[in-house]
């Protein structure tokens, strides 16, 4: 018996569309890369889309062009991918890491607002929508979300939300909330482009800048508007840009996996549903809290969280899973226990408390489109065996 922690369906049109672009002879981005920016930026209902080649890419690009810059504060959760901090470091400004909810490993606006309060100059604020469930962004119920909050003490916010497609509440999708918002197609994420990534905005000078910044800095448009000789070789170079953009390959596969990522979020949904069920009422672990209506959620993850009451190690229990031939994986080894923030910064575990709770006992079980109904019994199973409980 062998579970795989993540397994990728590539069997629609993905091998068609790709053969058009090996025929079409033009392997670079072009057509299929704009054709994918113009699908995906109305499934989730943004003004722009710039496909990159990675979620990382995105995020520098996006931080680049809400003008972070060397010294800079930009918040960020501890409980995330290095990426999310990283993009920061590039710019030569500096994270300031947050702790997070325990139940949904989420940025909540009063987690925020305090960190507004204590630091007086942040610059920007990097939300992570952890597993695909999105973070309380606008006002809810007459609560004031990260949004308003944010918009009240004059930070741009960035969506890390490599987790969130497609994610929505009510029927506002990830996507069309923040300043900027970032999604990743890497191999293991809701849709995959083999590596690749989509950045959206609302801001039509954010999207010029990207645009620029993800092409060498180059700026046909500026060169147009001075010159009508319409010479397509001349070109004019206005920074020092980056080689981000995503080619006509990815792309293709790309709106090929766009076209069923519904269907994928339906089958993922079911996993959570059956985990819910058959896990529900054990002492020593922790289920994911939903805390919308669970069509909202991407269900990208399903991290479960062995408690206080376990008598188990994290470790020990991933070992015993993996000796069934049950895949697993760990989101995450938080930042601030990475040897490079932790000393730059010289962080001290005792600040992030709900992050270390969370981390000494996380365990992402297997989710995804295609996982039958037997194997999930037999994920379930194990757990329950490993664990001692019937
Ligand atoms: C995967 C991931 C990224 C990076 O995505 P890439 O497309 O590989 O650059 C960033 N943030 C989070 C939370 C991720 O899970």
Not at 233 to 262: C, F, S, T
Not at 304 to 323: P, Q, T
Request: glycine share 8%; with cysteine.
């Amino acid at each position: 018996m062998n579970i795989p922690f993540s397994k990728v369906d590539c069997s629609g049109l993905e091998r068609e569309l790709v053969s058009e672009v090996l025929e079409s002879g033009w392997l670079t981005t072009a057509s299929k890369a704009q054709q994918f920016e113009k699908q995906f930026r109305k499934t989730v209902g943004a003004s722009y889309a710039c496909a990159v080649n990675s979620c990382t890419a995105g995020l520098h690009l996006g931080l680049e062009a809400l003008g972070v810059g060397p010294g800079d504060q930009v918040l960020v959760p501890s409980m995330t991918f290095t990426s999310s901090a990283e993009v920061i470091r590039y710019l030569g400004a500096d994270p300031i890491f947050l702790d997070v909810d325990y139940e949904t490993r989420l940025l909540t606006p009063k987690i925020v607002e305090e960190a507004l309060l204590n630091h007086s100059s942040i610059k920007a604020l990097v939300v992570v929508h952890f597993g695909g469930q999105v973070a309380a962004m606008p006002d809810i119920e007459g609560k004031e979300g990260i949004l308003s909050i944010c918009k009240r003490y004059g930070v741009k916010i960035i969506e890390d939300a490599a987790h969130a497609f497609p994610s929505r509440i009510g029927d506002r999708y990830v996507g069309s909330y923040g300043d900027v918002t970032c999604f990743s197609f890497y191999a293991n994420k809701t849709i995959t482009t083999g590596e690749g990534g989509m950045l959206l905005t609302e801001d039509e000078e954010i999207f010029k800048r990207v645009k620029t910044m993800r092409l060498h800095g180059i700026n046909r448009d500026i060169w147009d508007r001075f010159t009508d000789t319409n010479s397509s070789w001349e070109y004019d170079v206005i920074a020092p840009g980056y080689k981000y953009n995503m080619p006509d390959i990815n792309a293709a596969i790309g709106i090929a996996q766009l076209a069923r990522a519904h269907e994928f979020r339906e089958g993922r949904q079911k996993c959570a549903d059956y985990y819910d069920q058959a896990l529900e009422g054990i002492e020593c672990i922790d289920l994911p809290l939903c805390l919308r209506e669970r069509e909202g959620h991407s269900w990208h993850l399903y991290p479960i969280v062995l408690n206080e009451k376990s008598f188990m190690s994290r470790n020990c229990f991933i070992e015993r899973l993996k000796e069934r031939g049950v895949g697993n994986s760990v989101h995450y080894k938080p930042l601030h226990r990475m040897t490079y923030y932790r000393d730059y910064y010289n962080l001290k575990s005792q600040d992030f408390p709900n992050t270390e709770r969370i981390w000494k006992g996380t365990v992402s079980l297997p989710i995804y489109f295609g996982l039958s109904d037997w194997e999930l019994e037999f994920v379930a199973h194990a757990v329950r065996e490993v664990l001692g409980v019937n």
